[in-house]
């Protein structure tokens, strides 16, 4: 402590105590009576700011931050939350002063050479955002965040090999290996075995590396289950390669495996490299009843190019605010282009922006209507086209085969995507990537998925013309 204020430090470690136990509000009054009887009290300007922080409220998070060094110059911890606020911001400059006096009070802080790792990898400059991971690991061989990080980048530039292994540093798995009670999966052989894929957090996650069924079958796995979200339950009934689906929440459905494996952990142990990614399309079905239903609904479109939309994602994803359009509005040159008929696959954030009264051009509302994946799918097969921000539903287009355009932004382009490349080696042949520039703006994007689309419809009047 820097203050013998002794009822000060009694509210200051009991503002920490609520805190701890997730009483936001206690502990913000906590730490402001604690300021009020010791302004100087470092201590309390740093965690109040780190509460504030964790609740987005930026600007009164970093005076706080900056009164605690003010007061207290040597506080690494504080730098280093200090840096990520900014780098959050992308006060890129900003951050990386702050990052470096971290280091220059421990230049050996594994957490600090990491955080410069990331910005480094935010602001595109990778030659110099491994190195500071490599410290990071080299002072610290079992810091998971670094090899996270690593992991991101280097699979980012499809070096597979190593970035597979560590990817395996995420460490979200010890609640479902204790509520499934077996071994996990690390290779061992597979003869006469019963596995089960199990969870990741994101749909999308689940999509695209439940694939590997096939490949559990082919090295002698007698069973191959999944455990999902509910949602992709009835969709995954008609995966290939795997036995059946169960939904989480579901009754014990009895079955005894041998093993269980997260998805993403099933590259490692297989070895996929760029070269032998599992790509063979689809590896997803619909049930043929469920595509005639949704034909039904969606009715005869003549000759028009008929086109799914998807431009928001889950808004509690991290990267969302980048990831996502501001709305359909963002889309509106894309009604310009005769022969089009667009249906939007858009389900919760933004739904409603398909009214007709505020569309920006003429677009069927097919989002109330979806109870699950399967919805989406069926109505997929329906489709020439979707176009979609990145999230789960591109995903699912590529893993039924569907022609599929992607946007992705500039900041923090998922790694899954890998570096400047205009396809994806994931779902070859029917996927296109449409890349913000450095400016970080969709209306260049936008502009080329017009023209796109323009040629698209052109070479289907040409097709239909020529046709016997």
Request: negative net charge; proline residues 6%.
């Amino acid at each position: 402590m820097t203050t013998p204020h002794a009822p000060a430090e009694q509210l200051f470690y009991e503002a920490l105590r609520v805190m701890g136990e997730g009483d936001f509000v206690a502990a913000e009054n906590g730490f402001r009576q604690a300021l009020q009887l010791a302004p100087a009290l470092s201590e309390a300007h740093a965690n109040l700011g780190y509460l504030l922080d964790s609740q987005g409220r930026n600007q009164e998070a970093e005076a706080c931050y900056r009164q605690a060094l003010a007061l207290a110059p040597m506080q690494l911890q504080t730098y280093i939350n200090l840096g990520a606020l900014l780098e959050s911001q992308q006060r890129f400059a900003e951050a990386e002063v702050a990052y470096q006096s971290a280091l220059a009070i421990d230049p050996e802080s594994p957490a600090a050479w990491s955080n410069l790792g990331v910005l480094m990898t935010c602001m595109k400059r990778e030659a110099e955002a491994e190195p500071c991971f490599r410290k990071a690991l080299e002072l610290a061989p079992d810091y998971q965040k670094a090899s996270f990080n690593l992991a991101h980048l280097l699979l980012r530039q499809g070096r597979y090999e190593e970035g597979w292994r560590h990817m395996e540093s995420r460490d979200w798995y010890a609640q479902i290996a204790k509520h499934l009670g077996m071994p996990r999966w690390q290779g061992e052989t597979l003869a006469g075995e019963a596995i089960l894929i199990g969870l990741e957090a994101g749909h999308g996650d689940m999509i695209q590396f439940c694939r590997y069924g096939n490949r559990l079958k082919e090295l002698g796995a007698r069973r191959v289950s999944v455990l999902c979200h509910p949602p992709l339950k009835s969709l995954f009934q008609h995966l290939a390669g795997i036995d059946e689906a169960i939904a989480v929440g579901e009754p014990d459905p009895g079955i005894a495996w041998d093993f269980w494996t997260p998805p993403l952990s099933q590259p490692y142990y297989l070895g996929t490299r760029l070269d032998t990614i599992p790509a063979e399309l689809p590896y997803l079905q619909v049930a043929p009843d469920k595509v005639a239903d949704w034909q039904a609904v969606m009715g005869d479109g003549g000759d028009a190019l008929r086109v799914g939309l998807v431009w928001k994602g889950n808004p509690r994803f991290e990267n969302d605010a980048y990831r996502s359009l501001r709305s359909l509005h963002d889309l509106a040159p894309l009604g310009e282009v005769a022969g089009i008929r667009y249906f939007s696959l858009q389900k919760g954030a933004g739904e409603d922006e398909t009214a007709s009264a505020v569309a920006p051009f003429a677009i069927t509302p097919l989002g109330a209507d979806i109870a699950d994946f399967s919805d989406t799918a069926a109505i997929m097969m329906n489709l020439d086209l979707v176009i979609a921000v990145d999230t789960a539903a591109a995903h699912l287009a590529g893993a039924l085969g569907r022609r599929c355009w992607v946007l992705l932004p500039d900041y923090k382009t998922d790694w899954r995507w890998l570096a400047e490349r205009s396809d994806s080696p994931w779902y070859p042949g029917v996927m296109r990537l449409f890349r913000q520039d450095a400016t970080g703006t969709w209306a260049p994007v936008i502009a080329q998925l017009k023209d796109a689309l323009a040629d698209l419809v052109k070479q289907r009047g040409q097709a239909i013309a020529s046709a016997p």
